[in-house]
């Protein structure tokens, strides 16, 4: 859990994440940010498949490329004039991150060169504010997923760098994020991450309010989008067996090449010796694959204004609605919040004596909080591998998914990662009669 | 897992400390790891330098042994056995535990280090112990409620500092304090939690493997790696100078469990179960209740509707009793006891029935193998590997010991002759593993010659009882009466609609009767027709107990628990089970031969307790001292209550020890019989009727003169 402190914008309270590995290393990225020349703070999930090289990409990058987008004209000349002038740039990001997490690496030269020419393009537009929230997020996106394309067409020097860029671009990664700026609560997604929001009415009822819509088969939109860009001639082979050309769950994400470019231009880039087994690269061509691109990252982007009923937000990958409808996930929340209401002594100032610790521990199991979690996140979790059929929690089970050998655990469960972020209704609203 | 609590006072704070602890305890690794050039070859690579590794090191060095290369990946002594709480218990509840427990008692003083062994205190109901600890206190228990980890092959590093988990560990401090109340004002110094290892049955692992030889395993040690180091070390290492270890260790061969013990969820289960139980009372005849179901007979069900309680071996349920529908049995809990217990009635009525009307007993476990060649290969492995004769007419069965060079049995069993080439062989359940290994091991590599595990394809039915004969020949309209099928014979007929069925007229009882092997699709068909048929006869199902009890007053020897790879044939009166002059040579021969000459040194022994009160005194289960005028000469090796003599039943070796030099003497019958005997039950001496020949009245039927010495498989 990491509490935020002041220098964050006060609708929001505090967040909780965790995240659970099913792969081998972990292909689920998150990210926690806040824009320092902008305000606002962005809440980031983003699973991988076929590697970990694309999620990882795009959890250091995704973040940059909004932060620009967001800036105003003023702010990018500054940010231009310090690259001219070889001097320091102004900080764009804070980044919250939890020492377990898969370490940042800082922007190498190259994606600072791709992002310079990005704010570059956005200066020669003359906007005086910047670009909305909601075309900044759906640019960033975009321009993100075409960098990750151009780079490794373009000739790289760096063999190391080189490397990195095909692996990035052969594999991929969906991704969902939030915007968050006192009430105005963006949503941008394109995959099947999924975002909702916890709502307790007036009465006291707590509601599910969706913030996304999965890109997968099963939506219809997307269909009818995939049948509207494609010849009438691939509608039977556009989606087979519930996947993008009978290969990738998503229909919308970073990366993967092999279902954005020609054929052609695949070969040519992978005919330039790199060496695809050692990089572990999936080089395939799908079936029926006549006319690409077929994968977009363009993202759906929600616009949501924060009532003081709206009391958490929780961003997950897609591992965890494998396990939980969006109400088993409200209702979980719900449950974490009023339990961990009560006080639970705490252990971390150790009882100076046995008697004392004694106490200590009798309380704590007297108030039945016993394996209650402090994260919300990782009480999802838990219940998403430890429920059974009923929705009933049984530790047994809950042992031997956690306890799975790494080869086998990805036939059980998927990687699973969670972000909770909660709402200070005060603030919100005091907003609303402030205004 | 395994929790221990580190306390001390704080004025010790200051000087000795955690740190300095492991420094002491390296002062064993007198090889402390400097990178030094691996030799390409040894003769012994062990692998980990904890107490076992050690101990195996040093017990082979001392027979001679030298080349030995120990492999450790941290330093010496710095796994679980760093952890170990120094703590050396002496009162184990299986024999060989207990010698290997005194031999290490005995070798630790002898080796004059700083052991580290104390004093301790344990609390078996609060599950924990308590020692000094470098002027404060060490204390850890087993809790109620173990979290399993599996360790994946990490390195052991990454795994024996768990985080600790205060919550967890709060039943064992509240004991602690319950216990000790003053000690509530020591300072906490360190909790540890450091993973242990368990195995299914609380025993731990020793011998060869059955696959690769040459490949020895010291491993499992249930937390007694300590008690256990000194002697588990010695076995192992005179098993792999001698070829065999000086005492009986079948209790912990791997080879006591196959790949069916393997599964990771059976594990899971099981050893949550094993762990708290390490500090629970022992009662005999207890079955573990996880991990069951595994192997199971296409009856089960079927017995199961109809009231069986099970046990388990190798994985095998098989019935111990069937609860009649008006009867009710204590809770599990409850049931628990050293006395009498719940089920005397129920299994008299088993009894009763068997011995005056027909019962049936599911006896599938059975190891069962088919050893086939396309010449006379089958005959001439069997005779060298079996010290009875097996070249009798077809369809005879003869029962036979598998012999190991000293005389003793690995295994002990009843061998069908099919035809000339092929034969049918019936070992214990617990028999798959290491007789299939033995077997292989001697085999020619030959590719006429087959072995064949057909332990899954047959279901055995045992018709126990005088009415059985009535029952067989209703179903198989052919004359069962001993003139046309004489005792210790193999016929396959069709039973009701079932062909092939091979039926034998013998039990495992001594009992008249039969075992059908039935090929397992026509398990439920046959079973049906036999209780159909049956009814008139008065026929009921029986289960395990009842057979131990028949097979004991009857003074047949078990496999496994009265017989081992110590115990020779002629030590049990088994004199015409062993064809000596059988015109070849066999495992075992010479020191049958010896032992002939000069006597044997011990004797298998019926005993009929006396003055033993059934309801009230303390049963004998095995494991007893046997008194001989008042001398100590040996111990139980099973027992039963009979029902036909209503007295207690126990069989066990009697040995003659020098009243001077405690040496071993000749044990003659007249040894034997001109003696005063004692069972002593728990320090209570009972006297018992001592007899080396079964009690002839309870043979009731006219029998072929050898049916005396009927089979006696296995049961236990």
């Known amino acids: 859990m990491i509490d935020l402190n002041s220098a964050v914008p006060n609708s929001v309270l505090r967040f909780e994440s965790n995240q659970l590995a099913a792969n081998s290393p972990v292909e689920d990225r998150r990210g926690v940010a806040s824009c320092l020349q902008t305000s606002g703070l962005m809440f980031g999930i983003f699973d991988g498949h076929g590697g970990h090289a694309c999620a990882q990409a795009v959890s250091e990058r995704l973040f940059y490329y909004v932060a620009v987008s967001l800036m105003s004209h003023q702010t990018l000349e500054q940010m231009e004039g310090a690259m001219e002038n070889m001097k320091p ?23 600072l060169d791709h992002l310079r020419v990005y704010w570059q393009e956005l200066l020669d537009l003359h906007m005086e504010m910047g670009l909305s929230i909601e075309e900044a997020l ?25 490397n990195l860029s095909l692996q990035v671009a052969f594999s991929g990664a969906t991704a969902c994020m939030a915007h968050v700026n006192g009430v105005h609560l963006h949503v941008a997604n394109a995959g099947d991450c999924r975002a909702i929001l916890g709502v307790q009415e007036d009465n006291g009822m707590w509601s599910c309010l969706p913030l996304t819509c999965d890109h997968n088969a099963w939506n219809p939109s997307e269909l009818s989008r995939l049948k509207r860009e494609h010849p009438e001639s691939e509608d039977k082979t556009i989606i087979i067996d519930d996947r993008l050309l009978g290969v990738l769950m998503p229909c919308r994400a970073f990366g993967d090449v092999q279902l954005k470019w020609s054929k052609e231009l695949q070969r040519n880039v992978l005919e330039r010796g790199f060496d695809t087994e050692a990089l572990n690269i999936y080089q395939f061509t799908p079936p ?25 937000l929780v961003l997950a990958s897609d591992g965890l609605w494998d396990m939980l409808g969006n109400e088993d996930v409200v209702r979980l929340v719900v449950g974490h919040l009023s339990k961990a209401g009560c006080h639970k002594p705490d252990l971390a100032q150790r009882p100076a004596n046995l008697g004392l610790m004694q106490s200590l521990l009798l309380q704590r199991k007297a108030s039945g909080l016993h394996a209650a979690d402090q994260n919300a996140a990782t009480h999802l979790i838990r219940h998403a591998i430890g429920s059974n059929e009923y929705g009933e929690m049984e530790p047994e089970r809950l042992t031997a998914m956690l306890t799975l050998p790494e080869d086998l655990a990805r036939m059980y469960r998927d990687d699973i990662t969670v972000t909770v972020v909660y709402f200070n209704s005060d603030s919100i609203d005091a907003y609303y009669k402030g205004s | 897992m395994f929790y221990r609590l580190l306390s001390v006072a704080r004025r010790q704070r200051t000087s000795p400390g955690w740190q300095n602890w492991s420094s002491m305890r390296s002062n064993m690794s007198t090889a402390e790891a400097q990178s030094i050039a691996l030799p390409a070859q040894a003769q012994v690579v062990i692998c980990g330098g904890g107490i076992m590794g050690t101990s195996v090191a040093y017990h082979l060095s001392k027979m001679g042994w030298t080349d030995i290369v120990l492999l450790e990946q941290g330093r010496l002594a710095a796994g679980s056995t760093r952890f170990c709480a120094g703590i050396l218990s002496t009162a184990r509840h299986l024999t060989i535990e207990q010698k290997m427990a005194d031999y290490s008692n005995k070798l630790y003083h002898q080796l004059e280090q700083e052991t580290g062994i104390q004093t301790a205190i344990v609390d078996a109901d609060g599950r924990i112990y308590i020692r000094n600890w470098q002027g404060g206190i060490l204390s850890g228990g087993f809790e109620k409620n173990p979290k399993p980890i599996f360790t994946e092959g990490k ?19 509240s004991s602690l304090l319950r216990r000790m109340p003053e000690l509530e004002t020591l300072e906490i110094m360190k909790l540890v939690n450091c993973p242990e290892t368990f195995t299914p049955d609380m025993r731990c692992i020793m011998g060869e493997s059955p696959v690769v030889q040459g490949y020895f395993v010291l491993a499992g040690m249930n937390s007694a790696g300590l008690s256990f180091g000194g002697g588990a070390g010695k076995y192992l290492a005179e098993w792999m100078v001698h070829g065999y270890p000086s005492e009986n260790i079948w209790d912990l061969d791997l080879k006591r469990f196959g790949a069916l013990q393997s599964s990771r969820t059976f594990l899971r289960h099981r050893v949550m179960e094993v762990m708290p139980l390490i500090y629970d009372l022992k009662v005999p005849r207890w079955d573990f209740q996880t991990g069951r179901q595994l192997r199971t007979s296409p009856l089960y069900d079927r017995l199961d509707a109809q009231g069986a309680r099970w046990m388990e071996k190798h994985g095998f349920e098989r019935p111990k009793y069937f609860v009649p529908p008006d009867k009710d049995l ?79 049995y690995e295994n002990d069993c009843s061998i069908a002759r099919l035809n000339k080439r092929s034969f049918f062989m019936i070992s214990p359940t617990d028999q798959q593993v290491h007789c299939w290994a033995w077997l292989k091991k001697h085999m020619p590599k030959d590719n006429n010659l087959l072995l064949e595990d057909v332990t899954w394809k047959y279901t055995a039915l045992n018709l126990i009882g005088p009415r059985a004969v009535d029952v067989l020949s209703e179903l198989s309209y052919a004359p069962m009466t001993p003139d046309h099928f004489p005792t210790l014979f193999c016929k396959e007929m069709s039973v009701g609609y079932a062909n092939g069925i091979r039926v034998m007229s013998m039990t495992h009882t001594g009992e008249p009767g039969f075992m059908l092997y039935i090929p397992i699709e026509y398990a439920l068909h046959v079973y049906n027709e036999v209780m159909n048929v049956g009814q008139k006869y008065g026929i009921r199902n029986a289960g395990y107990y009842a057979l131990r009890s028949l097979r004991i007053e009857k003074f047949f020897a078990f496999w496994g628990q009265d017989l081992n790879t110590l115990t020779t044939p002629l030590e049990c009166g088994r004199e015409s089970w062993v064809k000596l002059e059988k015109g070849m040579d066999f ?13 044997v040194y011990k004797r298998f022994t019926m005993f009929i307790l006396d ?22 000469v040996g111990k139980t090796t099973s027992s039963a209550y009979s029902y036909t003599l209503e007295r207690h039943v126990c069989l066990g070796f009697v040995h003659n020890f020098s009243e001077d030099s405690g040496e071993e003497q000749v044990v003659t019958a007249d040894f034997i019989n001109r003696g005063e005997y004692e069972i002593d039950i728990a320090g209570h001496r009972f006297q018992a009727k001592a007899k080396l020949y079964p009690v002839t009245s309870l043979f009731a039927h006219k029998r072929r003169k050898d049916d005396v010495e009927l089979s006696d498989l296995h049961g236990k």
């Open chain 2, 155 to 173: 390195n052991q590093l990454e795994i024996q500092n768990l985080q600790e988990d205060w919550d967890h560990f709060e039943p064992l401090l």
């Open chain 1, 288 to 312: 029926h694959y006549y006319t690409p691109p077929y994968l977009t990252a363009k993202p759906e982007v929600t616009y949501h204004r924060l009532r003081p009923q709206d009391k958490f």
């Open chain 1, 138 to 162: 759906m640019y960033s996106f975009q321009r993100l997923d075409s960098d990750i394309s151009l780079e490794i067409q373009a000739p790289l020097e760096d063999e190391v760098a080189k």
């Open chain 2, 330 to 408: 204590l809770a599990l809990e409850q049931s628990k006891t050293f006395y009498k217990p719940d089920w005397f009635d129920i299994v008299e009525a088993e009894v009763k029935c068997c011995k005056e009307a027909v019962c049936v007993i599911d006896m599938s476990s059975f190891t069962k193998f088919e050893i086939t060649s396309t010449g006379d290969q089958a005959l001439e492995i069997l005779q060298y590997l079996f010290s009875n004769d097996l070249d009798v007419p077809v369809g005879h069965i003869v029962h036979t010991g598998m012999l190991n060079e000293g005389g003793g």
């Open chain 2, 611 to 632: 003055d033993h009160d059934t309801d009230l005194d303390l049963w004998p289960w095995w494991g007893e001292p046997i008194f001989r005028n008042g001398q100590y």
């Open chain 1, 89 to 111: 740039l102004l900080p764009i990001l804070q980044w919250l991150k939890h020492p377990g997490d898969s370490i940042y690496k800082d922007v190498t030269s190259v994606h």
């Open chain 2, 587 to 599: 495992i075992g021969r010479e020191a049958l031969l010896q032992q002939k000459q000069n006597g």
